[in-house]
């Protein structure tokens, strides 16, 4: 006990403060020596604060200086450094948790983490009702919920919402719905009288089933983003399919970026500035109901050149098909599809396999049946962009670098 006296004796000549203020506190079973890297100072309590009688105004606070350092370097960290760390340093509040409309994808975002998914029972009764009960304390920890509501639409929308619900009674400090495809992100306006916008209708369901943040990738439109009430961190998949194609090796002056219909311009202008300022073209389309286009011309020159047809999504496959048969037609040498979301509606695997495109570049951000896969398609993984984003969100650090 005498130690201890000499070692609070020597933090209040250091703090020049009179001894009844001191807030020091030493266990009897501490064999750390005292330093100097502990300094203290005297903070202002805010008078609501719910411990006020214990934290006035004047009394002492230790603060170690290497800390906020500390803090900061860990906030630089990526995943990729995480993963390399002991495992006991790994974060102990960050849970993944994976529906079952795409569990392969969740899989991998976890092993870019080095986390394993946390368990939880998804069942079906025989009525259809779904059934969630996640299977470990998951009281003050962030959650991350890997669910994109891919087909069967609604059965996917509904199995996240009662996710979200079940990690809100369970006390989950945050939830984030990750949603790598976004369903009903096409219905964002009105095009006639009496529609309804069901990207709004969604986003509203899932702030009001308890998601603090949402996590969306490629949205049909940014004015989706706009929908929400909650904050929404919007990540693109064509840094994935730039690299692929960077591969390819295409020399650039053979290349041509196109879009596929107007209402794709402003995405197909972003792609081609990344690929060393890439010309572009635009296909005209006229659609005379839903899932059914109609070519009427295209802007640009193609001619002898290799066009590179960029969309979000592929459903039908009927207006990225019409498209290409008339890049072919206008002497286009080689016609490359690339698009993040493959919802490959029927029935788009047979116009994808028709022979009209060199490659079909998609994303697995939706699971690809075994009966859709032909020769001429090939799947790319975001889970690396995804777990780099979640990791980052998680961390309080810039997602907009990544981007």
């Given at each position: 006990m005498t130690g201890i006296r000499t070692m609070r004796r020597e933090v209040l000549n250091?703090?020049?403060?009179?001894?009844?203020?001191?807030?020091?506190?030493?266990?009897?079973t501490c064999r750390r020596p005292l330093q100097a890297a502990w300094t203290c100072r005297a903070i202002v309590a805010p008078t609501t604060h719910t411990n006020g009688a214990a934290l006035r105004a004047g009394k002492p606070v230790l603060e170690n200086p290497l800390w906020h350092d500390s803090l900061q370097a860990e906030s630089h960290s990526t995943a990729a450094q995480l993963y390399r760390q002991p495992k006991g340093m790994l974060p102990n509040r960050l849970r993944l948790f994976a529906g079952t409309a795409n569990p392969a994808l969740a899989h991998e975002v976890a092993c870019y983490l080095g986390l394993d998914l946390g368990g939880i029972k998804i069942k079906r009764f025989a009525d259809g009702e779904i059934y969630v009960q996640v299977q470990e304390s998951i009281r003050g920890c962030d959650v991350f919920l890997i669910q994109p509501t891919c087909p069967p639409v609604n059965d996917s929308l509904m199995e996240l919402l009662i996710m979200i619900d079940a990690c809100k009674r369970a006390s989950a400090r945050s939830i984030t719905a990750v949603m790598p495809y976004f369903g009903y992100a096409r219905a964002d306006r009105k095009t006639q009288g009496r529609e309804s916008i069901a990207a709004k209708l969604a986003a509203n369901l899932l702030t009001e089933a308890g998601a603090d943040r949402v996590l969306a990738m490629d949205l049909h439109s940014g004015q989706c983003v706009g929908y929400f009430d909650i904050p929404v961190d919007h990540v693109y998949g064509d840094s994935v399919i730039l690299d692929y194609l960077a591969s390819k090796r295409i020399s650039t002056g053979d290349l041509v970026v196109v879009s596929p219909d107007v209402g794709g311009v402003a995405r197909a202008r972003a792609f081609a500035k990344k690929l060393n300022d890439a010309p572009l073209a635009i296909v005209d389309k006229r659609r005379s109901s839903h899932n059914v286009s109609e070519v009427m011309n295209l802007i640009g020159d193609v001619k002898d050149k290799v066009a590179v047809l960029v969309d979000d999504m592929i459903d039908t496959a009927g207006t990225i098909t019409n498209a290409a048969k008339v890049l072919h037609a206008e002497g286009a040498r080689e016609v490359y599809a690339c698009a993040t979301h493959a919802v490959l509606s029927p029935p788009a695997t047979a116009r994808l396999s028709s022979g009209v495109f060199q490659e079909v570049i998609?994303?697995?951000?939706?699971?690809?049946?075994?009966?859709d896969h032909f020769p001429e398609l090939t799947v790319l993984s975001v889970a690396n962009l995804l777990g780099e984003t979640i990791w980052r969100v998680y961390n309080a650090s810039s997602v907009q670098s990544i981007l």
């Open positions: 250091a703090c020049k403060l009179p001894q009844q203020v001191c807030c020091l506190k030493v266990r009897h998609i994303a697995n951000t939706i699971p690809v049946k075994a009966e």
